[in-house]
């Protein structure tokens, strides 16, 4: 039973498309995360969530918004897509104020044509 | 100045030698070091954790942490082919930085 779920795994979409990209966490945590990691592999954060509340919002471009139905789930909204917006976007999970471990889901591969 | 410095490689090592993967960070209010792994096309996995000066040891993984040179190490012995994987190194200070990861290949 996978602790951390993405989907969908690929999407290949034109510029200026509209795109979601759905998680879920079994775990019971309480923080959700998104993460960004580029084709050099730089793995940079981009939103957390705590219990359904947004705690980290990094530098981000204001197409790009999270949405937390609940603590279980966080979904990635992304508008308008650029070519610069591909990369494979994580989503993770792990207990609030702890020592940094992270559970991470398989990524969802993001191809902007 | 990034807040996390990790060279990215690539690395190609044989089968049994040690690998030594290294990173720096900046900030030394940071009290969380962990290094992760990550196979081609999956997440990355937590491997090694610790949050004091010292080294820490896991079978054939060593984690070593030097605050006061801000310099924190993982060490692979008997390197193995199921080793090969991208590295990061990750250290916490409130969020979770990482640095770039290093894309490790163990040959036969």
């Known amino acids: 039973d996978t602790a951390v779920s993405q989907t969908p795994k690929y999407l290949v979409t034109q510029m200026g498309n509209d795109k979601s990209i759905k998680c879920e966490q079994n775990l019971g945590h309480d923080t959700m995360y998104w993460y960004k990691q580029d084709s050099k592999k730089f793995l940079k954060i981009m939103f957390s969530?705590?219990?359904?509340?947004?705690?980290i919002n990094e530098t981000v471009p204001n197409r790009f918004s999270p949405k937390s139905p609940d603590k279980a789930h966080l979904n990635l909204h992304i508008n308008s897509l650029e070519l610069g917006d591909s990369a494979v976007y994580f989503c993770?999970?792990?207990?609030?104020?702890?020592?940094?471990?992270?559970?991470f889901g398989e990524g969802s591969r993001l191809t902007v044509l | 100045q990034k807040e996390v410095e990790q060279d990215p490689g690539p690395l190609s090592v044989p089968e049994g030698a040690i690998v030594s993967l290294n990173c720096t960070y900046s900030?030394?209010?940071?009290?969380?070091f962990m290094w992760y792994r990550q196979y081609s096309r999956k997440g990355p996995e937590l491997l090694m954790y610790t949050y004091s000066s010292g080294n820490k040891e896991d079978g054939r993984f060593t984690a070593q942490v030097d605050k006061s040179s801000k310099y924190i190490s993982l060490f692979i012995r008997d390197s193995q082919p199921s080793d090969s994987a991208t590295y990061l190194c990750?250290?916490?200070?409130?969020?979770?930085?990482f640095g770039q990861g290093t894309e490790l290949s163990v040959k036969p």
């Open positions: 969530y705590n219990n359904k509340e947004l705690i």
């Open positions: 990750a250290i916490s200070g409130g969020k979770l930085i």
């Open positions: 900030n030394s209010a940071f009290q969380y």
């Open positions: 993770a999970s792990s207990q609030p104020l702890g020592a940094g471990e992270l559970f």
